[in-house]
C-alpha cells in the first residue's frame, strides 16, 4: 500500500491529512474572491499546445498532502504574522520598501509557502523539489539556497492572479549550452502571485554559475537580504494594467550566466 507523507514535515497522513487551502480563507474573504472561478491551464512550453486544464472555484483549490500539524501549527502563525502586513501592502497603505528585515523575511516566506502548495496542487509542471518544502518546515528564519522572492506594487485593475513555470531568458556573453538550459528548465522554477496591488515572485536558479538578475526599481528582493545580483535598466513597467503587470513581473526576472564581477552588485 503507497503511503502519503506530508510534503513539509515528510510525515506520514494516515489520520492527519488536512485540506490546506492554497488562498488561505482570510485572503479569500478580503480580496472577495471567495466564489470566484478558476480556469488554470497548462501549455507546452516547447509547442505553446494546452497539455491540461481545470476548471474550479478558488475555494476548492486545495492542498490534500499537508498534515494537521503543520496546517495547525507553524502555518497558522506565519499567516497570523503575514497578515496585517500583507493587508498593509495589498491597500498601498505601505510601500514595499519601508518594511523592515525581519518583515521582508516573514513574507518571503509566506510567498515562498504559498508558491510550493500552489505548484504542488495544480496542473503545472511540478519543479519545486521536495526538499525546498522541507526546508520551510525545518528553518523558520530562512529560504533555500538559490531561492529569491521579489515584490513590487501597483495599481490594479485585478483582484488576483498567479503565473508559474521554468521559462528563464538567460542573460550571458557565450553560449551557456544545451546542458545548462535543461537542467534550469527540470529543477529551476518561477512563481507569481498579484493581490490586489502586490506582486510577488518566487524563483529558484538550481546552476551556481547561474546568478538572478533583477530589473533596476521593479523587482524588490525580499530574500535574500543580501547578496551579489545583477541588475538591468529597462523602462516600460505597465504599472495600470494588473494583467500585463503580472507577465512583466513574471517575465522580467531573468538568469546572468556571466563570470564578470563588473555585472554584479552588491545588496
Partial sequence: MRIYRCIFCSHELTGTRTKEHVIPVWLQQHLGITDAMLSPTRYSGKTGEVLSTRSHGINGLVAGRVCS???????????????PILISLMATRRPVSDLTGAEKTTLARWAAKTAYVLNFSSNSVKNVPLEHMRYLYRNGTALPNGVTVCAQQHNPTMKFNWLQGAQWQILNTTDVGDEVRNKLSENGYKITLQLQSLLFTVGHLPHPPLKFSFWNGIHLPLWPTHGIYAWYEKD????????MAIHYFHAGL??????????NQVV
Fill in 69 to 83: 500539524t503543520c496546517n495547525n501549527g507553524w502555518m497558522s502563525q506565519l499567516e497570523i504574522v503575514s497578515m
Fill in 254 to 263: 531573468l538568469a546572468l550566466y556571466d563570470e564578470d564581477p563588473s555585472h
Fill in 236 to 243: 516600460g513597467f505597465p504599472w495600470n494594467d494588473s494583467r
